[in-house]
């Protein structure tokens, strides 16, 4: 494995996918997570639980995190109405030139760093705290957001969200899978919620997968989702066109609320003169359901 993953970082095998997130209060895409995908050329496809770990243990974990860096902050230059999201490991703090690396490629790109959300998992507290604490201070200051990732899972602790500079929780997908048929998960989610809402942070679910996790996290006024629901990972440019596909469905929502503005003064009228003007209202509503990509025109009639 030593030697396939060297080969891969010398010959860049690695490519960046985005998953895209959608925002609760602006029923729209938000930001994009970015995920390592490694293709060898004659093993295919290597999953990131299969080689991430291992490039801990070995160091070359540095060198991973600085090329997703990199390709990220390049791909922002194309995409800049929203913000995107890169995973750093407990092992990339022990990097002293993990932050040079991130001021030299935001200022070769001119990159904002409000738009960059860096996310770390409990275990990069647990391992080295006051590293952690230090670089993460230094990140909040320069302007970047960070968020602890997949809370819950470990040794979570209170003084973690009083003392560290996170922006947002992310629910784990393990405790979002079984919300819609599982008590003591939904109990854990809506704790989890409670808990960041009462710090004045964000919450972050991953893993949505339907309808029934949607409208419930919907519900307890999570602010982001990301999962098959919304949408898989996508390469950048499939992200592009999936970006311009949300800005197109945006604009036949405008064009659609206009025409029923019309569509209602013309039936409006209509109906009244049918009921010789007597009290008879009608409602004209456009559901945009967002997710799902679909117009819903409902029409309520009342005496």
């Not at 390049?74 to 002293?96: A, R, T, W, Y």
């Not at 704790?191 to 996790?213: C, D, H, M, P, R």
Request: proline share 3%.
């Amino acid at each position: 494995m030593l030697g396939l993953l060297t080969e891969a970082i010398r010959e860049n095998q690695f490519v960046v996918y985005y998953q895209p997130k959608y925002s609760f209060i602006n029923s729209d895409v938000s930001g994009a997570e970015a995920l390592i995908r490694w293709y060898h050329p004659n093993y295919g496809f290597i999953p990131p639980d299969n080689f991430i770990p291992f490039a801990e243990k070995v160091d070359l974990i540095h060198s991973i995190t600085a090329m997703v860096i990199t390709t990220v902050f390049s791909f922002s230059q194309q995409v800049n109405s929203i913000s995107f999201s890169i995973n750093l490991s407990g092992k990339d703090f022990e990097n002293s030139t993990l932050l040079n690396h991130i001021d030299k490629m935001a200022e070769l790109y001119e990159v904002n760093p409000c738009r960059i959300i860096f996310e770390i998992t409990e275990s990069v507290m647990i391992t080295n705290p006051t590293l952690a604490l230090n670089n993460l201070t230094k990140l909040k200051e320069k302007g970047y957001k960070i968020h602890i990732d997949d809370f819950g899972t470990g040794y979570s602790s209170l003084n973690y969200l009083r003392e560290f500079p996170f922006d947002a929780i992310k629910l784990d997908r393990t405790f979002i899978s079984g919300i819609a048929y599982d008590a003591r998960d939904l109990s854990i989610v809506r704790s989890i919620v409670s808990l960041g809402k009462a710090f004045s942070l964000g919450i972050v679910a991953e893993g949505v997968e339907n309808n029934e996790q949607f409208e419930l996290l919907k519900n307890m006024n999570c602010d982001e989702f990301q999962g098959y629901y919304y949408s898989e990972p996508l390469s950048g440019d499939q992200l592009i066109d999936f970006l311009r596909g949300q800005k197109k469905i945006g604009l036949y929502a405008l064009f659609f609320h206009i025409l029923s503005f019309s569509l209602f003064n013309f039936i409006h009228s209509f109906v009244c003169i049918l009921h010789d003007s007597r009290a008879f209202s009608m409602n004209f509503l456009i559901i945009f359901n967002n997710p799902c990509r679909k117009i819903y025109v409902v029409f309520f009639f009342e005496n």
